[in-house]
């Protein structure tokens, strides 16, 4: 079973991190770094399938805003670490429902 994924590129296809999404139930670590993923199928497949998650770091991900902080936080519920790195369109209600599931 696959905990940990760490993927740093630009080039990542949508088809497989969705695939991560869907059908790594067992993550415990998720690492995105400079990875373009603006798609709301990914983080849906995140909140329904990864329920284990632990640890996630997002960095450099530009296109990653509020509605990928609900995702987070409706879906992993056992989330003990989040780390954010140079995002810049981060608002209040991203941060607001994080802090609400802790």
Request: proline share 0%; hydrophobic share 40%.
């Amino acid at each position: 079973m696959l905990k940990k994924v760490t993927l740093d590129s630009e080039y990542i296809k949508m088809d497989g991190m969705l695939a991560i999404g869907r059908d790594c139930t067992q993550l415990q670590m998720l690492r995105l770094q400079c990875v373009n993923v603006y798609n709301k199928g990914l983080l849906v497949a995140i909140e329904r399938q990864c329920k284990i998650l632990r640890k996630i770091t997002l960095s450099d991900s530009y296109y990653m805003g509020d509605h990928s902080l609900v995702a987070i936080a409706r879906g992993c519920l056992q989330l003990e670490e989040l780390e954010i790195n140079y995002y810049h369109i981060i608002e209040t209600v991203g941060l607001w429902t994080v802090d609400q599931s802790c």
